[in-house]
């Protein structure tokens, strides 16, 4: 089970960290990511990373803006957003894949979303 958490109503130039705590098992040896979905639209992707936590990718939108990172050890992955943008207003949802991160159709396991609200 993956519960995602820190989502909430921020004014635009602001900041949040979501975190997406795993129960039940162990995702320590598995590839992360962080998708949204903004009210009226699919589902994109925003950000991943390597189950060693040694490397991650962004979509063009948010890279340089938000840094994605997990902590094994606490079965936990982070998605720090700075700088944040009423276009960034939607809910996120991280997920678990068994394939490689850049598989972005590929992910298998997704848990509740988080709704991140930007205010201009």
């Known amino acids: 089970q993956l519960q995602a958490s820190g989502g909430g109503l921020v004014q635009a130039g602001g900041s949040l960290r979501l975190s997406c705590a795993a129960s039940?098992?162990?995702?320590?040896?598995?590839?992360m990511g962080w998708f949204r979905q903004a009210p009226g639209k699919e589902r994109e992707f925003v950000s991943a990373?390597?189950?060693?936590?040694?490397?991650?990718i962004y979509a063009d939108s948010v890279k340089g803006r938000f840094t994605i990172s997990r902590d094994n050890a606490k079965n936990t992955v982070y998605l720090q957003m700075n700088s944040l943008k009423p276009e960034d207003t939607a809910v996120y949802y991280c997920?678990?894949?068994?394939?490689?991160?850049?598989?972005?159709?590929?992910?298998?396991?997704w848990g509740q979303g988080t709704l991140v609200t930007v205010s201009s």
């Open positions: 997920a678990v894949t068994k394939f490689h991160y850049s598989d972005i159709d590929k992910y298998d396991w």
């Open positions: 039940g098992r162990t995702f320590s040896y598995y590839d």
């Open positions: 990373i390597r189950w060693s936590g040694g490397s991650t």
